[in-house]
């Protein structure tokens, strides 16, 4: 049976219509486009989907407009703050909302607590949480690290599940890999392979927006013990894969899906669309990868 937190998760976008209001329409079918693919899940209300700039109606017409998109596919929701109280509080509102697999809970950001005050943050909002928490490590946006020995006394929480891993410490995601309480799951899309290739149980990649079939077959390359193919797969994304982030994320990759035909491009401040020099680079990147899995 497959674990939950395995596979290729999807942070999904937040597309926005002309008039700057969500566009439930493109998201409901951007999101079964993504799960007849294969995708694993989805993480609603993450990084990419610029979470920051929704207010709570938004983010729960994000959320109940995936769920009905696509019935049984597992949903992670995106929360954040810096009071442990409050997170744990939205936690729970988010859970009676929708049927949630887990929360996707960084450290709180701009207020660098140390390593104690790190575990603390975690075990207060895991107590009362009604699903499980997906940490995620990611020290350029938090401003904060998070250790190797923090990160261990984490997994020991009851309700504590897997790791988004940005932390950007090879040696400590091999570590956690082989420490085994953790599903750990590679957060900087360039380390698929690598993380992959340790144990790690998969992604949550937001480039995968992009040709999913690729990344869902990468995954199961792994799986199987297919290497050339794995590597074949890997080589062939790596390309596209750094051209979605050559700017801020999500600018480029939602113009290449607006190129697609699937949304329109358009950021809310202070994300800015991206350029189009990008955006050339990113859409050749993405016709060279288009034959990297049959149709």
């Not at 509080?89 to 887990?102: F, H, I, K, P």
């Amino acid at each position: 049976m497959q674990h939950t937190f395995s596979g290729i998760w999807v942070p999904l976008v937040t597309p926005f219509a002309a008039d700057g209001r969500v566009d439930t329409p493109r998201l409901a079918a951007l999101a079964r486009h993504l799960a007849f693919a294969g995708i694993r899940g989805f993480v609603v209300c993450g990084t990419t989907g610029e979470p920051a700039t929704l207010d709570d109606q938004e983010k729960a017409k994000v959320l109940d407009t995936v769920a009905a998109a696509c019935p049984g596919v597992p949903l992670v929701m995106g929360v954040g703050g810096i009071a442990p109280r409050e997170v744990a509080a939205q936690c729970r509102r988010w859970a009676e909302a929708q049927e949630l697999a887990g929360f996707l809970v960084a450290p709180p950001a701009y207020v660098r607590p140390s390593q104690r005050g790190l575990v603390d943050f975690f075990a207060e909002v895991a107590a009362t949480a009604p699903k499980p928490l997906v940490v995620y490590d990611i020290p350029y946006r938090t401003g904060v690290e998070m250790t190797l020995p923090t990160l261990r006394v984490i997994a020991q929480l009851p309700n504590v599940a897997a790791l988004k891993d940005c932390g950007g410490d090879a040696r400590k995601t091999q570590a956690l890999i082989a420490d085994g309480r953790l599903a750990v799951l590679a957060g900087d899309d360039h380390q698929i392979f690598t993380t992959l290739c340790q144990g790690g149980r998969g992604a949550i990649a937001a480039s995968a927006h992009l040709h999913p079939r690729a990344f869902v077959a990468l995954h199961e390359a792994v799986a199987a013990g297919r290497w050339l193919d794995a590597r074949r797969l890997h080589h062939g994304l790596a390309p596209m894969i750094a051209a979605a982030f050559a700017e801020p994320s999500p600018g480029p990759l939602k113009g290449m899906l607006a190129r697609l035909g699937q949304l329109e491009p358009g950021v809310r401040a202070p994300m800015t669309p991206a350029g189009p020099d990008a955006l050339r680079q990113l859409q050749a990147a993405h016709q060279a990868a288009a034959d990297l899995v049959p149709v």
